[in-house]
C-alpha cells in the first residue's frame, strides 16, 4: 500500500511563503494523479491543486491560482506546493493524496490514497 508523508508546514506571517513536500513510499504512483488538499477547523476538505506524473499537466482552485505552485519531482517521487502571498485564509491541514486515475481532479472522491497532513498557519 502506497504511503504519502506530507512535510514543510508551519507558521507564517502574513504575505509569506511556504513549501510543501509530498514524499510517496513507491513508484506506482507515477501511474495517477497527484493532488493537494487543505481542511480548515470546522470546514470541509478543499481542493488546492492536482499535476499528473507523466506531463506535469496542473489544475489549480481558484482561491490559490498565482499565488502557489504545484510541481513535481519525478526521480524523487515527491510532490510539491509552493505557496507564496499567504493569507489568514489559508491556515488548514494541508493533505497529500494520490489520485485513482492519470488524469488531475478538484474531487476528493477520485483520490485513493492519503497523508496524514502538515499544519499550515498563517498568522502575525
Known amino acids: 500500500q502506497v504511503q504519502l508523508v506530507e512535510s514543510g508546514g508551519g507558521l507564517v506571517q502574513p504575505g509569506g511563503s511556504l513549501t510543501l513536500s509530498c514524499a510517496a513510499s513507491e513508484r506506482t504512483v507515477s501511474a495517477y494523479a497527484m493532488g493537494w488538499f487543505r481542511q480548515a477547523p470546522g470546514k470541509e476538505r478543499e481542493f488546492v491543486a492536482a499535476i499528473t506524473w507523466s506531463t506535469g499537466t496542473t489544475r489549480y482552485a481558484d482561491s490559490v491560482k498565482g499565488r502557489f505552485t504545484i510541481s513535481r519531482n519525478n526521480a524523487k517521487l515527491t510532490v510539491y506546493l509552493q505557496m507564496s502571498s499567504l493569507e489568514p485564509e489559508d491556515t488548514a491541514v494541508y493533505y497529500c493524496?494520490?489520485?485513482?486515475?492519470?488524469?488531475?481532479?478538484?474531487?476528493?472522491?477520485?483520490?485513493?490514497?492519503w497523508g496524514q497532513g502538515t499544519q499550515v498557519t498563517v498568522s502575525s
Open positions: 493524496a494520490r489520485g485513482t486515475y492519470s488524469y488531475t481532479s478538484s474531487l476528493a472522491n477520485n483520490y485513493s490514497y
